[in-house]
């Protein structure tokens, strides 16, 4: 079983949808949650952080659970922009520098 | 500006001849890791350094070497490359302390 699994996608919507994606996590010593950013050939960036009470930045709700082991992003009004490959990233305690991602979700938004 | 750089954006070698990819931040930061991202296996972590001098191995080490003898640099040595090294690879480093951490461009490497 992967440490990290997620929906590979793609999921393609409409502009203006909502779309949610899930990630489970295997190890219950994880101790920092996030979600990354991935375009098409470069380099991951910071999405947001994933607090356990849920935390909301603009269109985008993280959300925690960790009795289950699973996270979730959730983006309202989908744009174009958004278009892109979403990386579930856990950082295990006492793991040093150590990230583990996982394999990512591939979101296409269309017109 | 602020930033993770990477030099060469993009290689193609042969089998067993030695390479070095450089990383280089310039930012301050106490962490700085190298992954490598192959389809359908996401990015997994090479190895990793928490300071100077300080370095470990992360989940695939095999066939790399790191060296960390400067806070900013960390670069990343294949002393006799191999096919299954044809990967994109990402350098990254973060502050202690800190959650995010930031990405180099990436080296796209082939090594045929």
């Known amino acids: 079983r992967k440490e990290v699994e997620q929906d590979p996608g793609p999921f393609n919507v409409p502009e203006g949808a909502t779309v949610a994606f899930n990630c489970t996590y295997s190890?219950?010593?994880?101790?920092?949650f996030f979600w990354y950013r991935q375009d098409c050939r470069k380099e991951p960036k910071l999405l947001m952080s994933?607090?356990?009470s849920g935390n909301e930045d603009g269109r985008f709700t993280a959300q925690l659970n960790r009795a289950s082991q699973y996270i979730s992003l959730l983006i309202r009004d989908s744009k174009l922009s958004d278009s892109a490959t979403y990386l579930c990233?856990?950082?295990?305690?006492?793991?040093?520098?150590?990230?583990?991602f996982g394999t990512g979700t591939q979101l296409k938004v269309e017109l | 500006e602020a930033q993770v750089t990477q030099n060469p954006r993009y290689l193609i070698t042969v089998t067993g001849k030695k390479l070095t990819v450089t990383c280089s931040q310039n930012m301050n930061h106490e962490y700085m890791s190298w992954y490598r991202q192959d389809p359908g296996l996401g990015l997994r972590q090479i190895y990793y350094s928490m300071n100077v001098e300080v370095t470990d191995k992360g989940d695939v080490p095999e066939g790399y070497k790191v060296s960390r003898k400067e806070k900013r640099n960390f670069p990343l040595i294949l002393e006799s490359p191999s096919p299954n090294q044809t990967s994109l690879y990402f350098c990254?480093?973060?502050?202690?302390?800190?959650?995010?951490?930031?990405f180099g461009p990436g080296t796209r490497l082939t090594v045929t």
């Open positions: 190890n219950s010593a994880s101790q920092s």
């Open positions: 994933v607090y356990s």
């Open positions: 990233v856990v950082n295990i305690r006492g793991g040093g520098n150590k990230l583990t």
């Open positions: 990254a480093s973060r502050k202690e302390g800190m959650n995010e951490q930031y």
